[in-house]
């Protein structure tokens, strides 16, 4: 018998608690002193592949601030306007108590943006995001499947990591899918529960 599934587990808010620090911990640990005003610096920049977690520590930073916090993501799609707008901010945040936090997909030089701005964000500390490890990426699917009260074995979670997208979005995006199955089908997560859940998202 089928059961409707229900969301009964949804993401918690992005915190520096549940961020998956890998090889990160020194960028993290700057970021919360910047977040609550412990940091000399008012120009912080980092920067990662889309899915490293740039939105998540953005998100972070910005719900655990004591201090006011300009907040720019994907700071390498900004327009003219927006570009001129984020220097502004900077040289604002460098004559008072505030701050400016920023994430892109390249270091500073590499940006497509005026060069103005580009020194700008290379003033403050700039911090490059580091790719998970394949066993960090384990222990964050082992932790979030516990999370929803699932079981992963060692097989379904080698499975994951040799089958789909590796970023942390695409991995949580499959548990909930798997959650979903899971509950539906009253089955519990083992390979062919996978494959069925894999073979239906590429319809």
Known sequence: MRQLALGISPPPDPS??????????????????????????????????????????LAAAARAATRPLVVADDVERL??????????????????DGAVLAAGNAPPAQLPLREDLRSRLAWGLVYHLKPLTDAERARYLRSEAERRGMRLGDEVVRYLLNHVRRDLPSLGAILDRLDRLSLEQQRPVTLPLVREALKAAAR
């Open 16 to 57: 520096f608690d549940n961020f998956v620090i890998g090889a990160s911990g020194e960028l993290v640990a700057r970021l919360r002193e910047l977040a609550d005003g412990r940091l000399a610096e008012s120009i912080f920049y980092l920067w990662g592949a889309p899915g490293s977690g740039r939105s998540h520590l």
């Open 79 to 96: 327009d003219e306007a927006q570009q001129r707008a984020l220097f502004n901010r900077i040289n604002e945040a460098r004559e008072s």
